[in-house]
């Protein structure tokens, strides 16, 4: 079975055997030198020389860590969505307390860095900016250097979202002055589910200092103080983080910048790919992400059907919209352990499975 989808990727081998390691100590010494090492590995990825941690939680968990630890209730934030995952954040910050404001923009298109400049400037009572890398529900890219620049001209916290981009797009943490960010093992990361990855910066430590949200499990100061002795302040999710550091092996092996090279490289071969087939990309291209890519249900064409097709005849799994998006488009995940040749197959799969859904190239509805 080929899956497709932005999270979780099919894993490499040596990531999968590396999960049928037996247990140890997360108290002992081979645990500190795991994490120590991991730790390492994953600032030089972040490319930051701040504090980064690996908590036990899906993506999600890290994005409530990154909320609770830097504000209090009664805070404003200003929240740029132009997605599902964008709504996401400024939901977590909301149910938390803060006071939230949504700047929207049309999903399938990027954030207009100027409008958060517009926004900022007319509230000055907002403390931080919230913001996604790669919104994956719509297969964009936000200039997250513009919106940062823009941000910290107003000195606001940056926190940001960059679950599904980070280790796969260029995103230098520290050269954009990005406060907190978060991502998650099963995106881009070649490892399976369970870890999120958190980097704090120093003025986000100042936040924290004064940040009053209730929080108990995830805990900056706790986790910077185990981190200290070697540990997690909790029990740590063993087996994925002895996945990780076979993936993180692998990343090194080939490099950051030849990551992101392949990525971009897989990215473009989507667009080509969906484009020749007679589709049309649901963002705009200048935008498209190269992690995963949306494609526009046209009409005639009956989405659902197609996912089935290639799900139950051709062994691939894509994934369909999300929420409002349900129905009008679907997604081909590109991260992580991927080249141009699975891309291939996808096309070649869709090549064949589209007409069986209703759709044929030029438009008409056939039988
Ligand atoms: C996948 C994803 C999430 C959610 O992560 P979970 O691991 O499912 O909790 C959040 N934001 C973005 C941008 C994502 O791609």
């Known amino acids: ?48 020389k701040d504090d980064v941690f690996i908590l036990t939680s899906s ?17 404003r934030v200003l929240a740029v969505c132009n997605g599902f995952f964008g709504e996401r954040f400024a939901d ?36 931080a900016v919230l913001a996604t890398h790669n919104e994956t529900s719509t297969g964009v890219t936000n200039d997250l250097a513009s919106i940062s620049a823009t941000a910290k001209e107003f000195d606001k916290l940056v926190l940001v979202d960059a679950i599904s981009g980070l280790g796969s797009i260029e995103l230098p943490v520290d050269a954009w002055h990005l406060d907190v960010v978060v991502t998650a093992s099963q995106k881009g990361w070649m490892a399976p589910p369970g870890l999120a990855m958190v980097s704090v910066s120093q003025e986000a430590w100042q936040a924290h200092a004064q940040a009053k949200m209730p929080r108990y499990y995830w805990d900056f100061t706790k986790c910077k103080s185990f981190l200290e002795r070697g540990q997690t302040p909790w029990t740590p ?61 046209p009409d005639g064409l ?14 691939l799994v894509l994934s369909g919209g999300q929420q409002r998006l349900e129905g009008q488009i679907f997604r081909i995940g590109h991260l992580g352990w991927v080249n141009e040749a699975d891309i291939e197959v996808v096309m070649r799969e869709l090549e064949i499975a589209l007409p069986q859904a209703g759709f044929t190239r030029g438009g008409q509805v056939s039988g």
């Open 1 to 48: 079975m080929q899956l497709r989808i932005p999270g979780p990727t099919p894993l490499p081998s040596q990531v999968l055997e590396a999960m049928t390691r037996q247990m140890i100590n997360h108290r002992g010494k081979g645990f500190a030198e795991l994490i120590n090492d991991l730790t390492a590995k994953l600032k030089a990825l972040f490319q930051t």
């Open 59 to 75: 993506g999600t968990g890290g994005m409530e860590a990154v909320i609770v630890n830097t504000l209090s209730p009664g805070d």
């Open 237 to 297: 999710g063993l087996s994925t983080f002895y996945a990780l550091a076979a993936s993180l092996d692998l990343i090194e092996q080939e490099g950051l910048a030849n990551v992101i090279a392949r990525h971009a490289r897989v990215g473009q071969a989507a667009r080509q790919g969906v484009k020749s087939l007679g589709l049309a990309l649901f963002p705009e291209e200048s935008c498209a992400s190269n992690t995963v890519t949306a494609v526009r249900v």
């Open 92 to 127: 977590i910050a909301e149910v938390f307390g803060a006071e939230v404001e949504r700047l929207r923009f049309e999903w399938g298109t990027a954030v207009d860095p100027q409008a958060v400049g517009q926004a900022l400037k007319k509230d000055p009572s907002i403390k």
């Open 302 to 315: 009956d989405v659902k059907k197609l996912l089935q097709v290639l799900r139950e005849e051709r062994n």
